[in-house]
């Protein structure tokens, strides 16, 4: 190749091709340069592992020791949690509806709550040991959690029995009503059809007319209605 | 201001005033100069300014430089009514004001569950545990003495354009599509860190948490990790913004925001997915049968037109510049298209600047505007082939109730004045 045929071909490739290509190559390299031992971090200790290491899994791995009942959950819940969730979990104001819901999730306007739509009860235990009472949280001891883990499954029919005794032996045998309804990400088959050759440039469809307007809706900042974000 | 003629100011004033105007139905301009065009001089010409005869404050008077106060309505905003509270809440990039590719720290959209952390860095440890051969605990400085690499990439909210499901709701690209910035971060490929630790076989998933008062944590696939992750501590250059996550961060390219934890402390290798709150009740996409999908990590192709939009009505006719942006989590974007008339017919737009892996692009139709009404979309293609789809495209296989996950294409409607709205048309 001339130089300047070298150089028309490096500017076609220019910018785009070329360098993705060293930019792609650099995080890979780095990472196969550098997996001998840097030496550098030191050895996690069994107290520090125990205080961070507080998740908790479908199958009950990561459930601490413990024990409650939606019973004793109940006075937990109206102390510290009603405020924002209400009395029945039914949600004050904007702030999340916990219980009901149940058989909505085909409805115009789905209420997802634990009950209607979370597929495992881990997470409550999980979410709310590390995020909730909200602006305190980790505050909740373990029985705390087990009693409003139980207390919130409790208010959604999942345990029945309000003397029923939550703990981490039990706690896995619980199974969520929705749980069956989640699948993986299918995009790639279901929506297929979004891969096209040659998505049409002319004539491609009738006249356009307006059907919807946002000014209409008029939910733009400093109004009060409209839709949630999640 | 001192010893200076009132007509100036009044001049001045008349000038900033008319600036500022924008698009509030006024008459249209054609010529872009306000005075002198009638064949009167310009004052602003003709006449010494002061920026011109008085000195300017010297350098030090600002040590941390910000925008020019003429400057000041670009910021990123909110939507109250959106959350029950600003701690767990989101803003929105300003991206009709942006251009090029790369949002500026200060406009980066933020999204939080539990407020800002303000975290000294000598105080931040990252714990790695769970299934490694060696749980290992580093400080910054351990970090900082990793070999690392720069990497520009968008972060998108899964949520941005979720309020759009059901047709047009909000009018301002901000808000209909600001949950998104494109920033060049620096930080430590993830593999190097577990790598120190020693992953043992039977490791698939990591949860990545945070230090906030969220407590934030989501699984990410082994595979994921091991390929593009980034452990980031800068942000276009500098340290991270506290509302970025300032000191550590992760950057998971083309994947959606949520899974970027901010403030990162602690990485655990495990066997499965936790199922935790931010991947089952939030982050699932409920379809149309009362199914949902989870694990729908990739952003797919999306673009969107930020000039004119209604933000940013047209103000002259003749020419203009329309521009927008588009990205794909899944590769490069490969052809922007735009339209006047709501899709019937397309033109491929020009594409300026950098083009780079799961980053935006920046494109632009340099437009001969003569007043009539125009349907104005955009339609991204990536390198997978992968083509935007209409809303009506989306809805017809998601219903209107996923939230997350709206790369439908957009309309804005431009009006014979100029005005620009966000409508949804059929």
Request: hydrophobic residues 35%; proline residues 6%.
């Amino acid at each position: 190749m001339s130089r300047l045929a070298k150089l028309l071909f490096a500017v076609v490739l220019g910018g785009s091709l070329a360098t993705t290509l060293l930019l792609e190559a650099s995080a890979q390299q780095v990472a196969a340069r550098s997996s001998g031992k840097l030496g550098l971090g030191r050895p996690a200790l069994p107290e520090e592992i125990k205080a961070w290491d507080t998740d908790v899994r479908p199958d009950g791995k990561g459930l601490p020791v413990g024990k409650g009942t939606a019973k004793e959950g109940d006075v937990l819940f109206q102390e510290r949690c009603a405020s924002c969730h209400g009395e029945f979990g039914q949600g004050v104001g904007r702030y999340p509806a916990i219980a009901g819901g149940i058989g909505t999730l085909k409805a115009d306007r789905p209420d997802k709550t634990v009950g209607s739509f979370w597929p495992d009860a881990s997470t409550v235990f999980d979410y709310i040991k590390r995020s909730m009472p909200f602006g305190n949280a980790q505050s909740l001891t373990d029985d705390e959690a087990y009693s409003l883990t139980a207390y919130i499954l409790n208010m959604n029919d999942v345990i029945k029995d309000e003397n029923f005794e939550l703990n981490e032996k039990n706690f896995a045998s619980v199974k969520m009503p929705n749980a069956a309804a989640f699948y993986g990400d299918d995009r790639e088959t279901a929506e297929k059809h979004f891969w096209k050759k040659d998505p049409c440039m002319k004539d491609c469809r009738t006249a356009p007319k307006v059907i919807g307007r946002a000014v209409s809706v008029d939910v733009t900042p400093d109004s009060k209605a409209g839709p949630k974000v999640d | 201001m001192s010893g200076k003629p009132a007509t100036d100011i009044l001049n001045r004033r008349r000038f900033l005033g008319a600036a500022g105007l924008a698009g509030t139905g006024a008459a249209l301009g054609v010529a872009s100069a306000f005075a002198g065009a009638g064949g009167k001089p310009d004052p602003l010409i003709t006449e010494v300014q002061d920026w011109n005869r008085y000195l300017g404050d010297g350098v030090q008077s600002r040590p941390y430089g910000t925008p020019s106060k003429f400057e000041k309505d670009v910021v990123r905003r909110d939507v109250p009514w959106l959350t029950a509270s600003p701690e767990s809440s989101v803003n929105f990039t300003p991206l009709h004001r942006l251009d090029g590719i790369i949002t500026p720290s200060g406009l980066c959209f933020e999204r939080h569950h539990g407020g800002i952390a303000e975290i000294d860095p000598a105080d931040h440890r990252l714990m790695i545990n769970g299934l490694v051969d060696k749980p290992l605990v580093f400080t910054m400085e351990d970090i900082r003495r990793m070999p690392r690499v720069n990497k520009v990439y968008f972060l998108e909210c899964a949520a941005n354009s979720g309020m759009e499901w059901r047709g047009a709701q909000l009018n301002g690209c901000q808000f209909t599509h600001g949950m998104i910035h494109n920033v060049m971060y620096t930080g430590v490929p993830l593999k190097v860190l577990l790598d120190e630790a020693g992953l043992k076989p039977n490791a698939k998933w990591l949860m990545l948490e945070g230090a906030d008062a969220a407590g934030m944590n989501r699984s990410l696939p082994i595979e994921k990790a091991l390929n593009d992750v980034l452990i980031a501590f800068a942000m276009n250059g500098e340290a991270l913004r506290p509302e970025q996550g300032y000191p550590l961060r992760a950057v998971i390219p083309g994947w959606e925001g949520n899974l970027w934890v901010k403030w990162l402390r602690r990485i655990e290798a495990g066997d499965q997915p936790w199922q935790t709150r931010e991947e089952t009740s939030k982050y699932t996409d409920l379809l149309a049968d009362g199914r949902s999908r989870k694990h729908t990590f990739v952003m797919d192709a999306k673009s969107v037109v930020t000039n004119p939009s209604p933000q940013a009505p047209l103000k002259y006719k003749g020419r203009n510049v329309l521009t927008g942006v588009a990205w794909s989590g899944r590769g490069t974007v490969k052809r922007v298209d735009v339209t006047l008339d709501g899709g019937r017919n397309w033109q491929s737009a020009r594409i300026d600047g950098p083009v780079l892996d799961k980053s935006l692009v920046r494109f632009y139709v340099d437009l001969d505007w003569n007043g009539q009404e125009m349907m104005i979309q955009s339609r991204a293609m990536d390198s997978t082939g992968y083509v935007q789809p209409t809303k009506e495209e989306l809805r017809k296989v998601r219903g209107v109730n996923s939230i997350y996950h709206n790369n439908g294409i957009q309309t804005w409607l431009v009006r014979a004045d100029g005005e620009t709205e966000n409508v949804e048309i059929g």
